[in-house]
């Protein structure tokens, strides 16, 4: 468990002055990783970063200035990569911590003048950057642990039966597409598909006529295990290197005919969108919170699942925010108008209890698999997390300030997603956000 230290004072200031405003996502307490394209004289250029402010800070640049070469276990070639930084991992975690500390030893406010001028020269502005998926993502996992979406979905389709007997023992998920997963700010077409909205009749291939979004959060698999191994519930979050913000898009029509028996497809695989900075767990430390309060008659997981830390401090207290922006309403400079606001906390399992269930059966995790969280919903109907919750299967359409309504996306709207913690005592820190666009369908 990563704990509460000196990193996460309160009173750290950085002489970046963009990190120091009580409103931005990126404080020096912060420094979520990334990788982002930059310009120079010969042209574009990759490379890994930490968001400090409105910048980026070049950590490649950094280690050939011998800033941070110092640093026991980042790579003495001068080419640095976040799957560097999780190889040489400790049990304890160690060389992350110790690259944290370093880097706010450079980037606070007591950094000698020499410091300062060096680390500037590295700095991007994040306006000027591109960014890419953060880590080689070569499986991708989506769950299903929102106790409320899965009863409200469950209510629509089943209404004497909405929960199925397996959900209150174990972290129902499915193995989604790695291949689709884009960047936020990446356009997504709305894809095509089989529909038997009249049940009269033959499925027909058209455009997908119910577009959604699913409010989630991801977590990247730092250090794998061999196949055959399990992970136990006390180590899980040793093999965690960070959270982002993730849109599971989703085609409802197209699920609607062909989930059963085996679950989603073609309804998920054409696009999930990430943000493009990875909160580290020793960034979340402030904002731990217990797992989910269960009601006195739901069953105890099983021992597998049940580490006295992770009942303690297992649960993210993340603030969760979605907004919705039409075509009109740019057209308009109307801004994107809040859908919903919802809370990782309400999620009935933990993040490793996810990823200890994952790896249960002896399967083999590997650095940069990304897992999501399944749509957060909480108990109100504006906490819903996608659309088929909010408009309760395009029944209830939402009504925007504009007059114009929404059951489901349509061609033009943007979907813009937010993530920050909030606690007193501490600075306020965020993920950015995940954004896309839906273009025509081909």
Not at 143 to 158: D, K, L, P, Q
């Amino acid at each position: 468990m990563f704990e509460i230290n000196e990193t996460h004072d309160q009173n750290l200031k950085s002489w970046v002055e963009s990190a120091n405003a009580p409103d931005t996502d990126f404080p020096i307490q912060n420094l979520p990783f990334c990788e982002f394209d930059y310009e120079t004289e010969e042209g574009a250029a990759w490379s890994v970063g930490v968001v400090i402010g409105d910048y980026i800070l070049n950590l490649n640049k950094c280690l050939e200035d011998n800033l941070i070469d110092e640093f026991e276990g980042v790579p003495g070639q001068h080419f640095f990569m976040i799957e560097n930084l999780i190889s040489l991992q400790s049990e304890k975690n160690e060389t992350s911590l110790n690259l944290r500390r370093k880097l706010i030893d450079l980037l606070c406010e007591n950094a000698g003048e020499e410091i300062q001028s060096k680390v500037a020269r590295n700095l991007h502005p994040i306006s000027e950057c591109t960014f890419s998926v953060p880590l080689p993502i070569g499986d991708y996992t989506d769950f299903y642990c929102s106790i409320f979406h899965a009863t409200n979905v469950g209510a629509m389709f089943r209404p004497d039966n909405p929960l199925l007997p397996n959900y209150k023992w174990l972290p129902i998920g499915y193995h989604g597409r790695a291949s689709s997963i884009v960047v936020s700010g990446t356009d997504v077409k709305r894809p095509k598909g089989q529909n038997r909205g009249d049940t009269e009749q033959p499925p027909v291939y058209i455009p997908a006529k119910n577009l959604d979004y699913e409010m989630e959060v991801g977590f990247f698999v730092g250090k794998g295990n061999q196949m055959g191994e399990t992970i136990p519930i006390e180590n899980a979050e040793e093999h965690i290197f960070g959270l982002c913000l993730v849109n599971d898009w989703s085609a409802r029509d197209i699920q609607a005919w062909e989930y059963q028996p085996l679950g989603p497809f073609l309804a998920k695989s054409f696009a999930t969108t990430v943000s493009p900075f990875v909160v580290t767990m020793e960034a979340l430390a402030p904002f731990r919170v217990p797992a989910f309060e269960r009601d006195a008659d739901d069953p105890q997981p099983l021992d597998y699942l049940n580490g006295e830390t992770n009942r303690k401090s297992g649960g993210f207290d993340i603030k969760l925010e979605v907004y919705l922006q039409t075509p009109k309403m740019r057209e308009e400079s109307v801004a994107p108008f809040m859908l919903s606001r919802s809370n990782m906390k309400d999620l009935y399992w933990t993040i490793g209890q996810m990823l200890t269930h994952h790896a249960s059966n002896g399967c083999n995790l590997q650095t940069g698999d990304l897992m999501a969280t399944g749509t957060v919903s909480g108990r109100e109907k504006d906490e819903r997390g996608c659309l088929l919750e909010l408009t309760w299967r395009g029944k209830e359409p939402i009504n925007l300030p504009n007059g114009e309504e929404r059951r489901f996306l349509e061609d033009g709207d943007e979907i813009i997603m937010k993530g920050f913690c909030e606690r007193e005592g501490f600075r306020r820190i965020g993920f950015g956000t995940c954004r896309g666009r839906i273009l025509p369908a081909e």
